[in-house]
């Protein structure tokens, strides 16, 4: 597609949008030298595009500069309005032709104050920022500017790094017209704040305006979200403060409190959140369930299972059905698992059916393999027969290092009970419970017991390793020349079967 020239004239039902070189007082930068433009989505893109739409992409696409509008007169589609926003909706990759096609669709119709706002983006998205300002000095004319224009240009300048030109659009939108009220201030901010490390400089220019525009509490919201995607737990504070003092404690900005308290539980001053979670809970501020469930998420990253704990109580004390589901209830557990905390795992999963959260495989599995880690061999067993009441199996990594731990606690009986639960159930693979099992037997002297299940296991064609074989063959030619001849056999038919 040929690129036309940076700042050409067009016409609008008569009226000539100037070129850049024409005078104009807009806030401009004289920098040469442009960002390099994103790639957008085009038509090829859209996973829906109508077929008028998208045979005048195709022209967009493929027509030259001087022979775009003939091609579009050409196929007879007449440029409804919402065909117009489509098609430049899809032509921020071409905005040379993205100007032509303005240009066409708008002969012989006045174009909506959208198509327009479309039209201003397009530009300014691609860097070509004396060609937005013509454009907006046309729509100023025609009456259609208004505040999602400036802040299109504001977010238009942030993209291109241009933070002083897109200050300098806040300063002039009234002499186009369009009112410095909030509403703008917080469409800047966010344009700022939405680049990365920028929020100090949002800080500044909020700092500068709310002398002549009170901000409100969106204005700090806006700040607290680039404090915490900065990680700023200082500002973060400072900003905070001065929300709280100028407009107390209002349930209105609990999203605002609530991104102030993922900065400090990301920036790991948990008690500190802790606390203003206690004086929003006496204020009346109610924190949301996603909020407890990212916070959770953060602990559980932090391998922090004691604030976890206490975050928790919070939240179920707070009530105002703030339920928690089972994703919440399985990540505490998990976490309460990997610090070994038992009694609290205990406590957690007996709260869940009362909050309507009924266990899973991963929450049966993750307490019984920390029981397991711990060796609380009574608990194994009785955990393990309440899992399969409710018919839910343990891994077979679960169930090899179950058999393992409770064969050292010389407690045979339920090794053999959770082998005889895998054979029945087809817990597969088989080969790691099954070793596990015989070197456990074997390590307690039992090898008549040894030689009936090697002989069960050999029978289903359960592998056998070799490491096992070699321990086997030990504890049994050191007992008698009996058992030394039931190796044997056991020892060739192995061989066999692994043939």
């Not at 696409?61 to 003939?70: G, V, Y």
């Not at 800047?188 to 500068?208: D, G, M």
């Not at 609530?258 to 006496?282: N, P, S």
Request: negative net charge; proline residues 4%; hydrophobic residues 40%.
């Amino acid at each position: 597609m040929e690129v036309m020239d940076e700042s050409p004239d067009f016409v609008i039902k008569n009226k000539i949008i100037p070129s850049s070189s024409s005078t104009t007082t807009s806030p401009t930068s004289h920098n040469p030298h442009r960002p390099t433009r994103p790639r957008f989505p085009t038509h090829l893109d859209a996973p829906y595009i109508s077929s008028s739409a998208r045979i005048i992409c195709e022209i967009l696409a493929h027509a030259s500069s001087d022979d775009i509008e003939s091609a579009l007169a050409c196929t007879g589609i007449i440029p409804t309005p919402d065909l117009v926003h489509e098609v430049l909706q899809l032509s921020y990759d071409s905005p040379s032709s993205a100007v032509d096609f303005f240009r066409w669709a708008g002969r012989g119709q006045r174009l909506s104050p959208y198509a327009w706002n479309l039209m201003v983006d397009v530009l300014g998205k691609n860097g070509r920022f004396e060609q937005m300002w013509n454009a907006v000095r046309v729509m100023k004319e025609d009456g259609v500017l208004s505040l999602p224009t400036f802040a299109s240009i504001f977010d238009s300048y942030c993209g291109a790094g241009k933070y002083d030109e897109a200050v300098m659009s806040f300063d002039v939108m009234s002499m186009h017209g369009v009112e410095q009220d909030v509403v703008a201030v917080n469409s800047l901010l966010s344009a700022i704040c939405r680049q990365e490390n920028q929020t100090s400089r949002a800080l500044e220019f909020l700092n500068r305006v709310k002398k002549i525009v009170d901000p409100d509490g969106d204005s700090f919201a806006i700040l607290l979200e680039g404090w915490e995607k900065e990680g700023n737990v200082e500002e973060a504070n400072k900003t905070f403060g001065e929300m709280v003092e100028r407009f107390e404690w209002n349930p209105e900005h609990v999203l605002a409190y609530e991104t102030f308290l993922i900065t400090l539980i990301r920036g790991k001053q948990v008690d500190e959140a802790l606390k203003f979670l206690r004086v929003m809970k006496g204020e009346n501020c109610f924190p949301t369930l996603k909020f407890f469930s990212n916070a959770l998420d953060i602990l559980v990253k932090l391998n922090d299972s004691t604030h976890a704990v206490q975050l928790w109580d919070i939240m179920v004390g707070i009530g105002f059905n703030l339920m928690p589901n089972l994703i919440m209830y399985n990540a505490v557990i998990g976490l309460l698992c990997n610090n070994d905390d038992v009694d609290n795992v205990f406590r957690f999963f007996d709260q869940m059916v009362f909050h309507g959260a009924f266990p899973d495989s991963l929450t049966y599995n993750m307490i019984f393999e920390c029981l397991i880690k711990n060796k609380r061999v009574h608990e194994v067993e009785k955990f393990f027969h309440e899992m399969i009441k409710n018919e839910w199996q343990p891994t077979p990594l679960n169930c090899a290092t179950a058999i393992t731990m409770l064969l050292d606690a010389d407690e045979p009986e339920i090794a053999i009970e959770i082998w005889n639960y895998i054979l029945e159930n087809g817990i597969l693979p088989l080969e790691a419970s099954a070793n596990e099992l015989l070197v456990g037997l074997r390590n307690l002297g039992r090898l008549s017991d040894v030689r009936r299940f090697a002989e069960e296991m050999l029978n289903r064609r359960i592998l056998i390793y070799e490491v096992t074989m070699h321990k086997l063959k030990k504890a049994f030619y050191n007992e008698s020349r009996s058992m030394r001849d039931i190796f044997d056999s056991l020892e060739r038919r192995c061989k066999t079967s692994q043939m």
